[in-house]
């Protein structure tokens, strides 16, 4: 039953990644004969990430013949461990990494490092400098149509706040275009940008409550990214507040779910696809292996918008 393996090997990494992670490596490995490949993950806790690695391991696993020597890794949105954890896959002579960037600044280094060594490095759902390549969403566009969503919801008017994530390019971008659609509304007011929910569902029930706080006529949040909207709902819900709107980004299989309930204070998500992003990123970094780089550096992927209204038809992740 070969289909079952993948699903036992990453319970084990999901335990590995909400248990103790003080250590550098919270790992788990496919061996592999084929090149040997680091797989740096932002939290397996998030569905979305979990989804990218094992994307890229069953893409990796595809040639029995030449299968790939595998370790995925799990930061737990710790910027500085996952400097570690690429300063560790340096020092284990992988050839190649792939990445999804919690600080795309900080990580520059490492990676300008790992470059020198001669790994190939390929990003994923962020940018970062340095990168051989990398695959993401169209965050700005993503953020845009999210938030067009939510001023439409909100009948163009109303007091709105954005819920921020970690400092990558990816938060960056759907934070810059949600701005873009809120400021085309004149009758939008923009109470906060500046709480960070760190992408995390308990992020989100702890900015909105706080907002709730500070802000009692607040109508409608953008979330940055869907597990921290099912916090934001969350929180709001235990307020008693039901009037409020929110939207995110993610097109999660959770989001999904929520919108079919009429109940929901979410009205719609962004979506992306963590399984084709894994898969592209793969690819692409099994092409530079061969000496192969890519004709586009970025490879930037659409987001499409799923609502109440059309989430029957959306296929999912």
């Not at 569905?47 to 595809?62: G, N």
């Not at 020597?69 to 910027?79: A, E, K, Q, Y």
């Not at 600080?103 to 051989?132: M, N, P």
Request: aromatic residues 2%; positive net charge; glycine residues 10%.
């Amino acid at each position: 039953m070969p289909m079952k393996r993948p699903w036992r090997t990453w319970l084990l990494a999901l335990l590995l990644a909400v248990g103790p992670v003080g250590s550098a490596l919270a790992t788990h490995a496919t061996h592999g004969k084929g090149p040997r490949v680091g797989v740096l993950v932002s939290d397996l806790r998030n569905p979305f990430f979990a989804y990218i690695a094992r994307a890229v391991e069953s893409t990796l696993a595809a040639d029995s013949r030449n299968a790939a020597h595998i370790t995925v890794v799990s930061s737990g949105f710790d910027p500085q461990r996952q400097d570690e954890q690429l300063k560790e896959m340096i020092r284990q002579r992988v050839q190649l990494v792939i990445v999804t960037p919690v600080d795309s600044t900080t990580l520059h280094a490492r990676v300008t490092e790992a470059r020198a060594a001669g790994i190939k490095v390929v990003a994923v759902d962020a940018l970062v400098q340095g990168a051989d390549a990398a695959v993401v969403t169209d965050s700005r566009a993503a953020g845009k149509l999210s938030c067009e969503h939510l001023v439409r919801t909100l009948g163009g008017k109303g007091e709105v706040a954005i819920i921020d994530g970690p400092p990558n390019t990816a938060a960056v971008g759907r934070v810059n275009g949600c701005r873009e659609a809120l400021n085309a509304a004149p009758g939008v007011r923009v109470v906060s940008m500046a709480l960070n929910g760190g992408a995390t569902k308990d992020g989100g029930v702890e900015q909105m409550t706080r907002l709730l706080a500070r802000h009692p006529k607040l109508s409608g949040v953008f979330a940055i990214n869907d597990l921290c909207g099912i916090g934001a709902e969350l929180a709001a819900q235990v307020a008693g507040r039901h009037d409020i709107v929110i939207t995110a980004m993610d097109g999660s299989p959770e989001v999904a779910q929520r919108l079919q309930d009429p109940t929901t204070l979410i009205a719609g998500s962004a979506t992306q696809s963590p399984t084709l992003m894994g898969q592209r990123a793969a690819q692409i970094g099994l092409k530079l292996l061969k000496g192969q780089p890519p004709q586009q550096r970025v490879l930037l992927l659409p987001s499409k918008l799923v609502t109440r209204e059309n989430v029957d038809g959306y296929g999912g992740w």
